[in-house]
């Protein structure tokens, strides 16, 4: 398995983040352990400021603009946030991932020495330095 980071800290993507916000089956119970152990500081999750954007797009379409802020305000106060800074970009622009935005979470991490990235979509992540695993593999993986 990949790794350059601490396996305890984990890059949490827009889909896991979306699954746990409005419980999409068949993800939302996955999504919900993963915070839970964040909450019990068994495992420390960040994301970055773009995710929170997406996040906000899509949570707009189902709700009121102060319903979603308020449901992002709860999220930023269970997760580290971090920055993506103009090394973190010029290492997207020059990197091989087909989806930029996908670059930029992958080196916006690897700048954070996390350890693993957990999305539902792993094959976005083809060439990701970090370990890359679904909630479900991460979660069979701490057992």
Do not use: W
Not at 21 to 49: V, Y
Not at 64 to 90: N, Y
């Amino acid at each position: 398995m990949k790794s350059s980071g601490n396996m305890n800290k984990a890059f949490i993507d827009t889909d896991v983040i979306l699954d746990f916000m409005i419980a999409r089956e068949p993800f939302a119970m996955d999504a919900a352990r993963i915070f839970s152990l964040s909450e019990k500081k068994e495992i420390f999750i960040c994301t970055t400021g773009l995710v929170f954007s997406n996040a906000y797009y899509i949570l707009r379409k189902l709700g009121p603009h102060k319903k979603v802020i308020e449901k992002l305000a709860q999220l930023a106060r269970l997760v580290d946030i971090i920055g993506l800074s103009k090394t973190v970009v010029m290492h997207a622009l020059e990197s091989e991932f087909n989806d930029f935005e996908d670059a930029l979470q992958h080196y916006a991490a690897m700048s954070e020495k996390v350890g693993i990235i957990i999305t539902r979509n792993t094959k976005d992540f083809k060439y990701s330095e970090l370990a890359v695993m679904t909630p479900d593999q991460y979660l069979k993986g701490r057992l």
